[in-house]
């Protein structure tokens, strides 16, 4: 047999220097890729500083304050752009780093990688806030804010910016029903899109922090459409599905914590708001069907249809076991119509404040409306703070006749 001659330069290939010239590629790419993170952000903050004048000028110059709301959307987009690429950046290096930490064992640096000379732990202190709080050194609040200033100063300018359009375009048109798509129209836009931003950042970034982003989101809105607009018969603190939105948002807010009244709080806002729904359906929408003021028909639309359904929704969606809340628990969601029905008497009867709804109200529709109202508001709070025992009840299966009759 003729034994072939080895391939040119096959006989000269040491192993252990691939290995390390695979790190050292491997490491060049990283810090190419951390500085081509930094230079987007600052690029991007250049493009949205020099956008600001350029559209204002454009707007002030006459071509129209109907869309002054709509420029932010741009901007908005620039943040999903940032975001994916800081996400995918930090995927990408959390991956990289188990190939360097074999690479960096095989090529026999181990001592210099765990020094800090070379690899992720020299990088560390330089681009991620929390090992430079956890490791201090010498000026480390200034090399914390440089850190966290391109990220933070792009998303703070992009929220400023959404901002003070925003407010520019509600002084600018005040009138309806140009206001609804120069102003309401836009504003919803940039809201669904800020919200769709952070809940993929959180996806993204704190997988573990499980906040339903829309839930605070829509309750917000029903809050500020309903504080809002010029035509409430009272003030907006007495209206019982403002105060349902705000406990709802602070429920949501606070699910990662689960502190002793989380769940108290988050279904004294899911009967409140469900309601003051039933309420505004059955009792208001029938008489009004929205002839009422294009400004108040957006708060009812905010209120009483969006935040229910995401509200039933994220319940629907959450993904945990069936934990009954204790009687005592149940009865402490009484808590809150008693404490909103003992504010408005005295509003009303000490300070002359008209009480905002028509069926609390004995003098408007009369004593047997209110009284129904009432009870039916205990009934919806008491099945919704132990509506779980109901249908853990109904999944619970029957006994069979055999077990009924004993044994034989």
């Not at 810090?31 to 204002?56: F, W």
């Not at 669904?192 to 906040?211: C, E, G, H, Q």
């Not at 109904?394 to 009924?404: E, G, T």
Request: charged share 15%; proline share 8%; aromatic share 12%.
């Amino acid at each position: 047999m003729t034994a072939h001659p080895p391939e040119p330069g096959t006989h000269d290939v040491d192993p252990e220097q691939e290995r390390t010239e695979a790190l050292a590629a491997l490491l060049s790419a990283e810090d190419t890729g951390l500085q081509n993170a930094g230079q987007i952000s600052m690029a991007l903050i250049g493009i949205i500083a020099a956008y600001l004048p350029v559209s204002l000028f454009a707007v002030y110059q006459g071509y129209g304050n109907e869309i002054l709301a709509y420029l932010p959307l741009p901007v908005v987009l620039l943040m999903f752009f940032h975001m994916v690429q800081s996400a995918a950046m930090a995927r990408r290096t959390r991956s990289a780093g188990i190939v360097e930490r074999e690479l960096v064992r095989v090529a026999g640096l181990d001592r210099e990688y765990a020094r800090g000379w070379l690899g992720t732990p020299a990088r560390n202190p330089i681009v991620n806030p929390y090992e430079i709080i956890a490791s201090k050194g010498d000026r480390w609040m200034s090399r914390y804010v440089a850190a966290v200033l391109p990220a933070v100063g792009l998303y703070a300018i992009g929220i400023a910016y959404t901002w003070f359009l925003c407010s520019e375009a509600a002084r600018l048109n005040p009138d309806y029903p140009t206001r609804t798509w120069a102003l309401i129209l836009p504003v919803l836009l940039n809201l669904l899109m800020w919200s769709v931003f952070l809940d993929s950042a959180m996806s993204y970034f704190t997988p573990r922090y499980k906040i339903n982003i829309w839930v605070p989101i829509a309750g917000l809105s029903g809050i500020w459409f309903q504080a809002n607009f010029p035509t409430l018969g009272t003030e907006p603190y007495l209206y019982f599905s403002l105060h349902s939105a705000a406990l709802l948002t602070l429920a949501a807010l606070t699910r990662p914590s689960r502190w002793r009244w989380h769940d108290v709080i988050a279904r004294a806002g899911i009967a409140g708001i469900t309601v003051s729904t039933i309420g505004f359906w059955l009792m208001v929408f029938p008489k009004d069907l929205f002839r009422s003021p294009e400004e108040m028909v957006w708060a009812n639309v905010a209120m009483h249809l969006v935040l229910p359904i995401v509200v039933l929704l994220a319940v629907w969606y959450r993904h945990s076991p069936l934990t009954p809340m204790r009687w005592r628990d149940v009865g402490f969601t009484m808590v809150f119509p008693v404490a909103y029905g003992l504010v408005v008497l005295v509003a009303h009867t000490v300070f002359g404040l008209p009480i905002p709804y028509s069926f609390l109200d004995p003098s408007r529709d009369g004593l047997g409306v209110t009284i129904a109202t009432c009870v039916l508001t205990v009934m919806v709070f008491f099945v919704v703070g132990s509506a779980e025992r109901f249908v853990l009840a109904l999944k619970r299966p029957a006994p069979s006749s055999d077990a009924a009759d004993g044994p034989a």
